[in-house]
């Protein structure tokens, strides 16, 4: 994670930018959140913001995005879903100003 500047050395292909919509926390802007490429539409209709936090291994959204999961089937903390693998649900992609970020 970056803040305002890059090297160029330490990475391959385009940089994207992304304006911060809320300084404290550096929240940007969140499109949609897709499991295995399917849409969730968690942000559909709603003021989405994301915050980039280095020192968490944790993800964490308001009980609304939680329902939004349940309701596509996918495993929360509050929604316990049976499954082999975890790649069973495939990967998780953050839309976030028109990009997907696997």
Known sequence: MTF???DKEKF????HW???KFKYMYGV???????NGKS????K??????TFDSGTSLMSVPKWATANFAEHGI???DNIVKCNSEKDFGDMTLV???????
């Open 75 to 77: 495993p929360t903390s």
């Open 12 to 15: 391959k292909g385009e940089m």
């Open 45 to 50: 209709d709603k003021d989405c913001l994301i």
């Open 29 to 35: 802007q969140l499109d949609d959140i897709k499991f």
């Open 96 to 102: 976030i100003g028109g990009k997907d970020y696997l």
């Open 18 to 20: 992304n304006d911060v």
């Open 40 to 43: 969730t539409n968690v942000c």
């Open 4 to 6: 305002g500047y890059y």
